[in-house]
């Protein structure tokens, strides 16, 4: 987050404004860092619009709270001088081919990525509903059955494993079937960023923590369950759960406000692609407003 720290953004007044700022963030990030090979590759001078410019209204899209097709579609009747370039289709299949530059740009606006304190969380994403999870074939490949215990039942689908800073702002997702341990994924996250403490809720309990500080150094506080022989004192425990608060704050904006856990792609690219979007635009609403409370950069009024 070097690039912004001397970067002073004024918060937007209305949605042409939040696209301004969106555009020239993107645009700054796109130039410094996406590789030549793929801002010059052939024909691209033959687009109607920019790479960056494209990227923009997804998010932008994103911010509304909108589906990508019915987000489209608004900013085309109320806003005709953003997108009135390309065709809904075409948007769409662009969008999805500009994958790895939103996952390139996400990974270089991530905030606190050095930070010595995280927080590590996951969510589900239901594919589809338990009664039919038989006969559908969208992503069958890539779900699988899992148990949420937060709401205590069986769903399927996928699981969204998530670290944080202790702000709730999302520094590195891994999205795997959900069938998968928090544990496990744990361990593979680990491998992408710099981690030193770690703070987690009780689906992280048990041998990992020893496993991680002997092969990577890495400090691993999780909740103890309630039967324990080895609990924690109770000033830790409220001290690991008033972190953790945090993370869950963002999930229920995720949830509540980008409805990430609706599955609308039937694809795995055009999932990968959802998800890149809306941990990307959050972190750049959390970048503006200079929070995570999305409803405070979005209301215009």
């Known amino acids: 987050m070097n690039d912004f720290n001397n970067y002073n953004i004024i918060k937007p007044k209305n949605v042409e404004e939040l696209f301004k700022i969106i555009l020239e963030i993107i645009t700054r990030l796109y130039e410094k860092y996406i590789p030549d090979e793929v801002k010059y590759r052939k024909n691209k001078q033959l687009a109607k619009m920019s790479d960056a410019e494209i990227i923009t209204i997804q998010i932008l899209i994103e911010c509304l709270g909108k589906t990508q097709n019915s987000g489209y579609q608004y900013l085309q009747a109320n806003y005709p001088n953003l997108v009135n ?48 999870a038989h006969f559908g074939r969208r992503l069958r490949e890539y779900s ?113 406000h980008f409805d990430i856990q609706r599955v609308r792609a039937n694809s795995i690219i055009g999932l990968s692609t959802m998800l890149e979007a809306k941990f990307l635009c959050f972190n750049l609403l959390a970048l503006i407003g200079s929070n995570t409370k999305i409803s405070n950069i979005l209301n215009f009024n």
């Open 144 to 256: 699988s059955y899992g148990y949420c215990a937060s709401k205590k039942e069986r769903y399927y689908g996928m699981k969204v494993h998530v670290i944080t800073d202790l702000y709730g702002n999302p520094i590195e997702y891994l999205l795997t079937k959900a069938e998968v341990d928090d544990r496990e994924a744990l361990y593979e996250l680990s491998e992408t960023i710099y981690i030193n403490t770690l703070f987690g809720d009780k689906g992280y309990v048990g041998n990992i923590d020893k496993d991680l500080k002997r092969e990577k150094g890495i400090k691993l506080y999780a909740l103890k369950r309630s039967n324990s022989k080895t609990p924690l004192p109770k000033a830790f425990r409220n001290l690991i759960s008033k972190a953790r608060r945090r993370i869950e704050s963002t999930f229920n904006q995720l949830i509540e």
């Open 85 to 132: 370039y390309v065709e809904r289709s075409r948007f769409n299949r662009l969008i999805k081919a500009l994958f790895i530059v939103i996952k390139y740009i996400r990974q270089k606006i991530k905030r606190n990525e050095n930070c010595e304190y995280k927080i590590v969380d996951s969510f589900p994403l239901i594919v589809n509903k338990f009664g039919r």
